[in-house]
């Protein structure tokens, strides 16, 4: 081998090779992490990725996923040019256009309906975070507060429990702590620099409780005490911890009687739950409930880390305010280690600051629009969030009710993140106009009447927020593949071709970025985007310990274990007190079935076409136990049929003992075996509107 071609076999940066690297970031999963990536260039395409030492956060790691970057990107599914419908609707049949085409035929759709009735059309977009406040005030200066998004059934239930305790949202934050319990969270695979600070703690010999009905890695690797309560049942295994605190008198009564409202009515109602009878309720033994109490109250520094999954059930906003309470007993609020008022800068993620997000999308909202999409069957969501709820939006596309949706403007939306998934798919037939953006071609783009092609983070420049208080704007790091643009390109297009009268949005994304971060202090944006590392934000303000105590936003200016914000729809079956409710189980549908529980090589539906991720799990495979696939005669390996009373998939028996008796469970997002098209599409909860992804009842038999 000659020395150039041992340069061109390691892909060495240099002269020879003509190989440069230019810093970017992946985007692939939660906007809390995006990891700094290295792209190796040659020749204007990307040959290698890897991670970039001292990056905040990630600080040279990536992930499964973020490793499988360059596959990702260079999927063959990509869009290319922008496509306009010639079939029937619904068909596929698709023909390419130009931009200047397609965008003026979306322009003159959308102005048309919104003559007639701005309500009448929905922004909603899926996954995607990076593009939001400025879809969001498109929507206002559009005229409709019809602005849905993927929170309708991630995070935002969180945020509703914590506002209904706290009036704000809170984050647990475990530094400093010498016992954590992972309640439902997988640290290792769902957040992994999560899992690298549990690790640390484990390693320095401080203790891991983790709650799972799975025996997850992190149960397997992390855990010193590992508790498995039957899925769905952790509202009673948290009242009866608190029923062994209080028994014990290990409350931080000076704390209650200065901060908390409603602990009477609390107390009175957990004290039904004995250790003994949760025993029977969760299937966790007795005692181990009485030393998860005793784990808790004696470490002053113990901390409890719910996790998302509690929500997605449809008890999930009182589960998850069930187990919040235990924080509040002990008084474990408003100092590092415990639960903190938590500040999202700018999509979603916390750069220390207050920017003007909030600001750029009220400035244009509209007068008199009619109530977003499902505010009014979600009273609870219509009082805490500025969005529609998308868990509403195919009973209202099918039955008219209470007004007619006429058009969808889709941005990354995946149909099969909806529970019976291809009701939004006939939905979108029936649409006078709908068009799509997206990275790949998917089902959704087979729905719509114009395809618009958008490019990935390697592709665009984007500016993000990192914990910490840095900041990061970067720059392509190749152009946009084909044709494709980025998606705040066609939305300040489209505001654009519409004639809005959106100066801001018209003169496009970095005119906003620069509005919007103007508190940040930061004045040089060419000096951001050429520093090699994300930037300290000049004005971040660290947290003051203690001080969200000062000032508490709900209505009795106490944290409320008995919500009043809730009590308010007590007429509409909504319960202020975090109450456990059995869910009811048809004898036709034996199994609990437990869905989307994050894999290392999945993310949602995206992972599933990439062939190094998809290597790792090749086909949809639902994980059974030993014994219950004895009872059914299922060997490992066998094809196996699940059925609910909406709907019937075919998958892969995987016999292992992660899964629990009578409890199954499955990855979401396949295209050939979509778990939500089993899901009932009012299995929902009443108070955040968010599917029970995580429990519903399935029959199971082999094919
Ligand atoms: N059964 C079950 N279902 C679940 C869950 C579960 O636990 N169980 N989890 C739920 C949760 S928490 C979430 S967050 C959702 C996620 O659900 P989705 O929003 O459906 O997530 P993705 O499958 O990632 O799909 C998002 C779409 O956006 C596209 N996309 C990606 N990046 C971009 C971009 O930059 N621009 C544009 N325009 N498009 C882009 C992708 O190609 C994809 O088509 O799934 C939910 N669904
Ligand atoms: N690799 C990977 N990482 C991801 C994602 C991904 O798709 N892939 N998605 C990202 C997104 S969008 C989100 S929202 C987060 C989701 O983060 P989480 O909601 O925390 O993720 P899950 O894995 O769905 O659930 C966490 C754990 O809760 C457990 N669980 C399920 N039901 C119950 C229950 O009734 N009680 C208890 N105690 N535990 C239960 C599951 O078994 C699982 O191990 O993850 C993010 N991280
Ligand atoms: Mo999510």
Redesign the pocket.
């Known amino acids: 081998m000659t020395e150039k071609e041992r340069l061109q076999k390691f892909k060495i940066p240099c002269e020879e090779t003509g190989i440069e690297i230019r810093p970017t970031m992946c985007?692939i999963c939660s906007p809390g992490m995006q990891c700094g990536v290295n792209a190796y260039i040659k020749d204007g395409e990307i040959i290698k990725l890897e991670g970039t030492d001292g990056f905040p956060v990630s600080n040279g790691k990536l992930c499964t996923k973020g490793a499988s970057g360059r596959q990702y990107l260079y999927r063959e599914d990509r869009i290319r040019t922008p496509m306009k419908r010639v079939g029937p609707k619904g068909s596929g049949q698709f023909e390419p256009v130009s931009w200047d085409e397609a965008l003026d035929i979306c322009a003159k759709k959308l102005l048309k309906l919104r003559d007639e009735d701005p309500d009448s059309v929905v922004w909603l977009t899926?996954?995607?975070k990076?593009y939001r406040p400025f879809l969001h005030r498109l929507a206002h200066s559009f005229g409709t507060e019809n602005y849905l998004t993927?929170s309708s059934?991630?995070h935002r239930a969180e945020v509703m429990s914590y506002t209904a305790m706290f009036g704000e949202t809170m984050r647990a934050n475990f530094a400093g702590a010498k016992t954590v319990f992972c309640w439902g969270l997988n640290g290792l695979v769902n957040v992994y620099t999560l899992g690298q600070g549990l690790l640390q703690i484990h390693e320095n010999g401080g203790k891991i409780v983790v709650i799972d009905p799975r025996m997850t890695h992190s149960a397997q690797q992390l855990a010193d005490l590992y508790v498995r309560p039957r899925a769905g049942t952790d509202a009673a295994l948290a009242h009866a911890v608190a029923f062994c605190i209080l028994e014990n008198g290990w409350q931080d009564q000076t704390f209650i009687d200065k901060y908390v409202h409603g602990f009477e009515q609390y107390k009175a109602y957990v004290e039904t739950f004995t250790p003994e009878r949760a025993e029977e309720i969760t299937g966790v033994p007795a005692e181990h409930i009485r030393y998860m109490a005793q784990l808790l109250a004696e470490d002053p520094t113990s901390v409890i880390v719910p996790s998302?999954a509690l929500t997605?059930r449809v008890n999930g906003f009182n589960t998850y305010r069930a187990v919040v309470s235990l924080s509040v007993l002990l008084g474990r609020i408003g100092y590092e280690p415990g639960l903190l008022p938590e500040n999202d800068s700018f999509c979603h993620s916390d750069g220390g600051f207050q920017s003007l997000e909030l600001q750029f999308i009220d400035e244009v909202r509209p007068s008199g629009c009619k109530c977003a999409v499902g505010k009014e069957r979600f009273p609870l969501w219509g009082d805490m969030v500025d969005e529609g709820q998308a868990m509403d939006l195919v009973r209202q596309m099918e039955t008219g009710d209470p007004y007619p949706i006429k058009a969808l403007a889709c941005?990354?939306?995946?149909n099969?993140?909806y529970p019976e998934s291809d009701r939004l798919l006939a939905a979108m037939d029936k649409t006078e106009f709908s068009f799509a953006?997206?990275?790949?071609w998917?089902d959704v783009c087979s729905h719509a009447d114009i395809v618009l092609p958008?490019c990935?983070s390697y592709e665009r420049g984007e500016v993000k927020c990192y914990a910490g208080q840095f900041v990061n704007f970067t720059k392509p790091a190749i152009k946009p593949l084909y044709e494709s643009r980025s998606?705040t390109d066609v939305i300040c297009e489209l505001a654009k071709r519409m004639k809005l009268g959106d100066k801001l949005l018209e003169a496009g994304y970095d005119a906003c970025v620069e509005y919007i971060f103007s508190p940040s202090g930061i004045t040089d944006w060419e000096a951001v985007k050429n520093a090699p590392l994300p930037v300290p934000v000049p004005n971040a303000k660290p947290y003051v310990q203690g001080s969200f105590l000062e000032n508490i936003h709900t209505p009795t200016g106490k944290i409320e274990l008995y919500s009043e914000m809730t009590a308010r729809y007590a007429d509409r079956g909504l319960t202020p007190l975090p109450e456990y409710m059995p869910e009811t189980m048809d004898p036709k549908y034996p199994f609990t079935f437990i869905?989307?529980s994050r894999l290392p090589n999945a993310?949602?539906?995206?992972g599933h076409n990439v062939p190094w991720l998809r290597s790792l799990r090749p086909d949809p495979s639902v994980d059974i136990c030993a014994a219950d696939a004895r009872d059914l005669g299922i060997s490992q390996g066998d094809d196996v049929i699940l059925e609910s009373p909406v709907g019937r998939i075919t998958a892969k028996a995987n016999i292992t003992e992660v899964a629990n008796r009578g409890e199954l469970l499955m990855f979401?997002?396949y295209k050939e075996a979509n778990?939500?098209t089993l899901?009932p599409i009012d299995h929902l909860d009443n108070h955040t509107g968010f599917p029970g992804?995580?429990q519903f009842s399935v029959a199971l038999r082999k094919a």
Not at 411 to 414: A, E, Q
């Open positions: 985007d899926g996954y995607s990076w993927e059934a991630c998302n997605h941005f990354g939306v995946n099969r993140m953006t997206d990275i790949f998917t958008v990935t998606d869905t989307g993310i949602h539906s995206r979401h997002g778990v939500n899901l992804y995580k």
